[in-house]
């Protein structure tokens, strides 16, 4: 009986101890104090230190890009960091090209704020909001596309550019334990303030887009945050190319809508690529947009027509028909947006076709 | 029988190196071995744990567990006492070097389950050594540890560029590279006895 006491009371002791130890390490080297987040050097957050700089200024209402939720993994939380940042870490570099390590920029989910800290984001990143929203309206484009469009509650209204993104969260649920946002690319004009529409594919087992396939009704609740992203229309007088494919009409849908209601005069080519013809969508619109504009050509292109489809329109891989819709390549602008091999090989062409690299756009997805 | 201090840090550290006698703490060995940076710094993460949790150890056995008569708990005390001194030096690396805390990633949190830590602090007890003897034998294995995973890291840095056969490559070439370094160190035994 003693025995056994006297172990529990000798390990317990010795448990408890080193346990004490640790809490009183944890609050002595663990604990940074309060620090100050300097930003733009303009404006300063007091923070308690020691979690991620992505973390904390999302806490203050600052929301940087970030698809992977702060693990390192999707390399868009990207700010340059000019004091206090420490050395950059070995979790940043596959992230960062040398220009950028050169310029300071780092990767805000992985600096741990330890000390005062001054960084430069950005300025339309304060316009950056969480919003949440109500489902108005579930529509499917195709057996595997739908249309959502969301209704702002609070805020009441977002302002956003023709061709930016927001991340939508979908909450915790069966196919997973925590919170995950995913970007999705806004459809509809920015001259609706007061609601939005995405365009959604489904992706097989992915997080979010079983969640609004297969759970989420009309009526519900969800939330964003938004606007990013730099794609968006220069205000040139430049021609324009615009390239989808697959789900990669929604920002093209909001520019050119945008460009119709200003009555726009610049000479517009739209090649969306699908493979066949029940991946078409939006067709009757954009045939509409054709008729209604001057300038606006609306060309669906498809790579894998089935015989009986009696498809008159084009066939085969957009690069072929770039070079029809080209006038004066020094003079256009093209916005490309689809998957990362679409764009590489209509990047490739374009170039050749001696439009310069840097009025070439692109929102790619993987 | 009374071995000198000095004798046994330095027989931890070539004739009876912990890694490449025993065999003991091998899964990070392999692992961290890739550059010399990252292996030197969880070599000296592993000198000054292995050090001082075998001092603390020595401590806690003698004074607390023979005296309450509990040295059947050794292995969950020794590992419970390792497990927070790994902790601590994990808080205070973070703290001074992000740089080497997130090179080592993972396996700073797993030098607690390092074999060749808790190999000691046992050896210690079996060979029924003093205070003094067994810091420095641990200290030595500490660097002998540190020496081995250095060895294999120049090594494996000069392999990348040369020809292994797919079969062989990554761990394979790393177990025979060891293999054959410790067959260099075994020819040292029997010049000095420490046990």
């Not at chain 2, 927070?84 to 080497?100: D, G, H, K, N, Y």
């Not at chain 2, 079996?126 to 205070?131: A, G, L, Q, V």
Request: glycine share 8%.
């Amino acid at each position: 009986m003693v025995a056994i006491v006297t172990t529990v009371a000798v390990l317990s002791g010795l448990t408890g101890f080193l346990a004490l130890l640790l809490i009183l390490a944890e609050s002595v080297v663990a604990n940074y104090g309060e620090c100050t987040i300097e930003i733009n050097k303009k404006k300063k957050l007091e923070v308690i230190g020691g979690s991620s700089l992505l973390s904390l200024l999302d806490e203050h209402g600052i929301y940087l890009a970030s698809a992977c939720g702060g693990r390192g993994s999707c390399g868009y939380c990207k700010c340059t960091v000019l004091d206090g940042g420490g050395p950059v870490l070995p979790t940043e570099k596959p992230f960062l090209s040398i220009e950028e390590q050169e310029a300071d920029v780092r990767l805000a989910c992985q600096i741990k704020v330890k000390n005062d800290i001054f960084i430069k984001i950005p300025e339309e990143i304060f316009n950056i909001q969480q919003y949440k929203a109500t489902v108005q309206k579930i529509i499917d484009l195709t057996y595997d596309i739908k249309e959502l469009h969301l209704k702002l509650f609070e805020p009441p209204e977002i302002n956003f550019k023709a061709g930016q993104y927001v991340q939508l969260q979908t909450p915790a649920y069966e196919k997973s334990r925590q919170p995950v946002s995913r970007a999705y690319s806004i459809s509809s004009s920015p001259e609706h303030n007061d609601h939005i529409e995405l365009i959604i594919r489904r992706v097989p087992d992915g997080i979010c887009t079983t969640y609004v396939f297969d759970y989420l009704r009309e009526g519900d609740s969800i939330e964003f945050t938004g606007p990013f992203g730099d794609f968006y229309i220069r205000e040139t007088e430049a021609d324009m190319i615009f390239v989808a494919g697959g789900s990669g009409k929604a920002p093209i849908k909001a520019m050119v809508e945008l460009l119709h209601s200003q009555n726009s005069r610049r000479r517009m080519a739209y090649l969306f690529g699908a493979r066949t013809k029940k991946d078409l969508y939006y067709t009757e619109l954009f045939d509409e947009f054709q008729k209604k504009m001057q300038n606006f050509t609306f060309v669906p292109i498809l790579s894998n027509p089935e015989e009986d489809s009696e498809w008159k329109g084009k066939t085969g891989f957009i690069p072929a028909y770039l070079n029809d819709y080209i006038k004066d390549p020094e003079k256009t602008e093209a916005y490309l947006c689809g998957s990362p091999g679409m764009i590489a090989a209509v990047e490739k062409k374009l170039l050749e076709l001696n439009i310069p690299k840097d009025k070439i756009y692109y929102d790619s997805f993987a | 029988m009374e071995i000198s201090p000095l004798i046994i840090f330095l027989a931890a550290i070539f004739t009876s190196n912990i890694l490449l006698t025993n065999f003991l703490g091998m899964c990070s060995y392999l692992s961290v071995s890739r550059q010399i940076e990252s292996s030197f710094g969880l070599g000296l993460a592993v000198f000054f744990v292995l050090t001082l949790t075998t001092a603390i150890n020595y401590v806690v056995y003698h004074y607390l567990l023979i005296p309450f008569d509990l040295v059947y708990l050794r292995y969950i005390i020794f590992i419970v006492v390792i497990a927070a001194f790994v902790q601590l030096t994990e808080m205070v690396i973070e703290r001074i070097s992000p740089v080497l805390y997130y090179t080592l990633g993972i396996f700073l949190p797993l030098i607690t389950v390092n074999c060749a830590i808790l190999g000691v602090s046992l050896f210690m007890v079996i060979r029924d050594y003093n205070f003094l003897q067994s810091v420095l034998f641990g200290a030595g294995s500490g660097l002998g540890w540190l020496l081995a995973i250095l060895a294999l890291a120049g090594i494996r840095e000069r392999i990348r560029y040369k020809f292994v056969p797919v079969g062989l490559q990554g761990a394979g070439m790393s177990l025979i590279v060891t293999g054959i370094m410790a067959l260099a160190f075994i020819g040292f035994s029997g010049i000095v006895v420490i046990q």
